[in-house]
């Protein structure tokens, strides 16, 4: 990311979890009751563990805000870990009076076994509570900051669970927007009445008789100790053309996507827009023909490439979508070797979900609308939303404008 960073730290079971934006324009409005909503939604989702029932996730915006619009300056949140009083001594940052008893048994499928290796450390609470994605809390407040951004120059972002499984869902943001009829102001109306839906959902799915079937199939790998992955997909519209660029290829907007992506934990695919359905035609069926009406500018007659082209956004909607694993920590767990005494030994077991696909998506959510707004801040420029919207204002005159 060239204009926007942002840092997280904290660790799972510690006293809180902290977000560092730096870049947001001055003058944006924001207030702890925009970042909440998404705070919120993370923790939704059929099949998650007794965690949820603890933390109730709310932000403490600390700096970077005065009067409820953003400074230019760094923007500081912190969220509370409301379970902290009960691992006060197992996180405590000065050594117990009382050892507390090491973990050994790294679990398969998750950082322990290469972390411990890694930072040489012989007890792996040291590696899990920072690994753990309790840490996706903060980038998603962070997220929830860039969505202010985005929303303030009409780029809204969606998400919903494509599949858990294997059950497919049939409704896709692929097959519900076609060209240019994705800038028709009743067909945005129609998604955004359906994406309600996808939010009173007890799994962020648009189908409703999928949607059955998956709870089902969560409910019996509940019942095996077992735990089970989906695929989520994403949708960003109103983009404009020109977000991202060819000329290098760390600016290549489809590579930062997929790289931000890619760092949530559990994700192990990511794909634009066909994905790998491109491999399966020929190329006269695969490209997305250009079109140009005058009043409304370019159009094309699919969008088969998700809405990038060359690495930069052709004015299409963003397509995305995202392959989560099932989560490595098992009610019944897989066989592991414990590291202090070179044994068998099952694999620790720490509380945890039977599926956090729901969760994920928001995360996803939120790493989307950071790589999108950093995108449009390199695009734009300004240190202000004012400046950033003069600039806006001003792509209507240039030539070929869409």
Not at 276 to 287: A, D, F, N, W, Y
Not at 373 to 397: F, P, R, T
Request: glycine share 12%; with cysteine; hydrophobic share 45%.
């Amino acid at each position: 990311m060239e204009k926007l960073r942002f840092l997280t730290a904290g660790e799972s079971h510690g006293q809180g979890l902290v977000a560092i934006l730096e870049g947001i324009p001055a003058g944006l409005r924001l207030s702890a009751a925009d970042i909440a909503p998404d705070l919120k939604r993370r923790q939704r989702g059929y099949g998650r563990g007794g965690r949820m029932q603890i933390e109730k996730d709310t932000v403490r915006i600390l700096s970077g805000v005065r009067y409820g619009k953003t400074l230019g300056s760094p923007i500081a949140m912190f969220m509370e870990n409301l379970d902290w009083p009960n691992w006060t001594a197992k996180m405590a940052l000065e050594e117990p009076v009382e050892p507390v008893a090491a973990l050994h048994m790294p679990r398969p499928g998750h950082a322990d076994l290469a972390g411990m290796i890694k930072y040489r450390q012989e007890d792996l609470r040291n590696i899990l509570e920072r690994s753990s994605a309790r840490e996706t809390t903060a980038r998603v407040a962070a997220g929830a900051v860039a969505r202010r951004l985005l929303a303030a120059f009409g780029i809204e972002v969606y998400s919903h669970v494509l599949s858990i499984r294997g059950i497919q869902g049939g409704i896709t943001a692929a097959g519900f927007f076609k060209g240019r009829t994705s800038r028709d102001p009743e067909l945005l109306a129609s998604w955004r009445a359906l994406m309600e839906r996808v939010e009173s959902s007890p799994l962020a799915c648009a189908d409703a008789e999928a949607e059955t079937e998956m709870i089902a199939a969560i409910d019996g790998a509940r019942e095996k100790g077992d735990t089970l992955g989906g695929v989520i997909e994403i949708a960003a519209l109103g983009l404009f053309p020109g977000l991202g660029s060819h000329v290098h290829w760390d600016r290549r907007l489809d590579g930062l996507l997929a790289g931000a992506l890619m760092s949530i934990p559990a994700i192990k695919g990511v794909e634009v827009g066909l994905g790998l359905g491109v491999t399966l035609k020929p190329g006269s069926q695969i490209h997305d023909e250009i079109f140009h009406e005058s009043g409304q500018g370019f159009y094309r007659g699919g969008n088969n490439a998700g809405g990038i082209e060359g690495g930069m956004s052709n004015g299409e909607p963003l397509i995305l979508r995202v392959h989560m694993k099932p989560l490595p920590t098992l009610a019944r767990p897989l066989r592991s070797v414990d590291v202090a005494t070179l044994q068998p030994q099952s694999a620790h077991h720490e509380r945890a979900d039977v599926c956090a696909v729901p969760a994920a998506a928001v995360v996803a959510e939120a790493m989307t609308a950071l790589v999108l707004a950093d995108a449009l801040c390199v695009k734009l420029g300004g240190d202000s939303i004012s400046e950033m919207q003069q600039h806006y204002a001003s792509l209507a005159h240039v030539p070929l404008g869409w």
